[in-house]
């Protein structure tokens, strides 16, 4: 994309900001309802340096079970407009190298230590829908949610994730097992 076209196009950045800190606190409240008292919720724990000049990554919350000092982060993605910012960005806690950072950065991280969360939209339902029309897409953009679960399961497959919709995947209270199973081996 030009520089003239980023100068130009809608700041979707802002927008999605909001969206993504309201997915965070919610899911951060309904873990709250959901997992034991011994079980503490963190939002926006403190920047993991993993990079030099004191450049890190910042996790949307962590959960620490006070009875064996076990934790773990949870990334969250609420998709609302489509794009491939939802998965792919989420993707890059899977790295080899971001997980040796964190383990040796962060006492009682589990051996897998980002679960990563996606709610919102993009994932509900079983047919494509047009999102609004903007400036920079005046048609809108084609969503499909079936699409956006089945790239999630590939990219994901073989670590602990959870997509929150009202069909094919889990609720919050199920998010809360996986969490809880995690924490208490």
Request: aromatic share 6%.
């Amino acid at each position: 994309m030009s520089a003239e076209a980023l100068s130009t196009r809608e700041n979707w950045q802002a927008e999605a900001n909001k969206s993504g800190l309201k997915g965070e606190k919610l899911v951060g409240v309904e873990l709250h309802k959901h997992l034991p008292s011994h079980f503490d919720i963190e939002l926006k724990p403190p920047k993991i340096v993993v990079y030099s000049g004191g450049k890190g990554i910042q996790l949307d919350l962590k959960v620490t079970n006070r009875k064996n000092n076990k934790c773990v982060f949870i990334e969250v993605k609420t998709g609302s407009n489509g794009g491939n910012a939802t998965e792919e960005r989420a993707a890059k806690f899977l790295s080899t190298g971001i997980e040796k950072k964190i383990k040796a950065l962060v006492p009682g991280v589990v051996s897998q230590p980002v679960l990563s969360v996606f709610q919102g939209p993009i994932f509900e339902g079983a047919d494509t829908w047009r999102t609004k029309p903007t400036k920079s897409q005046p048609n809108g953009s084609v969503i499909d949610p079936p699409l956006y679960r089945e790239k999630v399961a590939l990219i994901f497959e073989g670590h602990e994730y959870s997509i929150i919709c009202n069909e094919h995947a889990d609720t919050y209270g199920d998010l809360a097992k996986k969490v809880k199973k995690v924490l208490d081996n």
